[in-house]
């Protein structure tokens, strides 16, 4: 078995259920303190339960996309090694809590994210804006264009899938800055699903539009959620294509440090998250794909997906757990 091989099987074992407690305990933390209208408590709990999990973890981790810099971030820096240094190298992206803004209000789509891959696989993204396109699985290669209007994508779109276009329904945030984008759009006769925050969920909820009633993702998000909502990608085998938004010498310096050479590159999901992948996200909040954390008086029930890219597995765990000492 060659070291490629091993890596893999490494993977596989964590698939099942360590990683699927990963998520779970960060969700649970900030569900606690859902609707309190803290941001900054809510995402300090589910960082500080994500990485006490993590370094239980059999694995030689190393954080590529998680809450900031080390000067910016106490924990789960970019840098930081977790786990317990014996198993397969990795390199971990996350998010404790995509979504700080809804779980602080109690809104849809709030997730504790973390997507786990082979050494060197994930892209190593600066904390820019990225432009961003995706779609779920099932259409012919390369049916998006970044670089196409909106009325061409969601032409192409609704072709592929065999209906109209105004039965095609695509995702954006509510920003001032996507004003032009959604009456692009809506100038089509598609609809639009505006978000006011979670990109990574708007991203993930393209792989299953009969679900969620999203077709399509559009607009500009963070580079780092955009690494993140890439690995689901991949898992699921949908497509996304997202380009950094250098537009500054200060922003472009740092990406230059980064290994990043070419400002203008068009990222594809396989190029932001390659090799095996694993992905699991556990629902903090209500939401389209996942249900949030809910707390009885004896046990609290959570509900997860667990994605492998080599497999394309999709797993969907909704545990009720009684021993509520772990939590």
């Known amino acids: 078995m060659n070291m490629a091989q091993n890596i893999a099987a490494g993977l596989d074992r964590i698939l099942t259920m360590e990683v699927v407690r990963v998520t779970e305990r960060a969700a649970v933390a900030a569900a606690r303190l859902r609707g309190r209208g803290d941001e900054k408590a809510a995402d300090q709990v589910a960082v500080d339960a994500m990485r006490q999990e993590l370094n239980r973890l059999a694995i030689k981790g190393t954080v590529v996309i998680g809450e900031g810099e080390r000067d910016e971030a106490p924990m789960l820096y970019i840098g930081e090694e977790v786990g317990t240094g014996k198993g397969p190298a990795v390199d971990i992206a996350l998010d404790p809590l995509e979504g700080t803004t809804i779980c602080a209000k109690n809104l849809p789509n709030a997730l504790a994210v973390i997507a786990i891959a082979e050494k060197g696989s994930l892209l190593f993204a600066p904390d820019v804006y990225m432009d961003k396109i995706a779609i779920g699985p099932g259409y012919p290669d390369s049916l998006i264009d970044i670089d196409a209007p909106p009325a061409e994508n969601i032409a192409n779109l609704a072709k592929a899938k065999g209906v109209a276009v105004p039965d095609i329904t695509a995702c954006i945030l509510d920003r001032p800055r996507h004003a032009k984008l959604i009456d692009a759009v809506r100038a089509t006769g598609a609809a639009i699903r505006l978000i ?29 959620e955009g690494v993140l909502a890439a690995a689901a990608l991949r898992c699921t085998g949908g497509q996304m294509q997202g380009r950094l938004i250098l537009d500054t010498p200060e922003k472009i310096a740092p990406a230059e440090k980064m290994g990043i050479s070419d400002p203008k590159r068009v990222y594809r999901a396989q190029d932001m998250a390659r090799g095996d992948v694993l992905f699991a996200a556990t629902g903090v909040t209500d939401g389209n794909l996942l249900g949030g954390v809910k707390f009885g008086r004896t046990f609290i029930t959570t509900h997860t997906i667990v994605l492998r890219s080599s497999s394309r597995t999709v797993r969907e765990i909704k545990a009720r757990h009684q021993d509520l000492e772990k939590f």
């Open 196 to 224: 006011g925050d979670g990109d990574v969920a708007g991203v993930i909820h393209t792989t299953d539009p009969e679900e969620t009633g999203i077709d399509i993702y559009l607009g500009t998000g963070g580079a780092p």
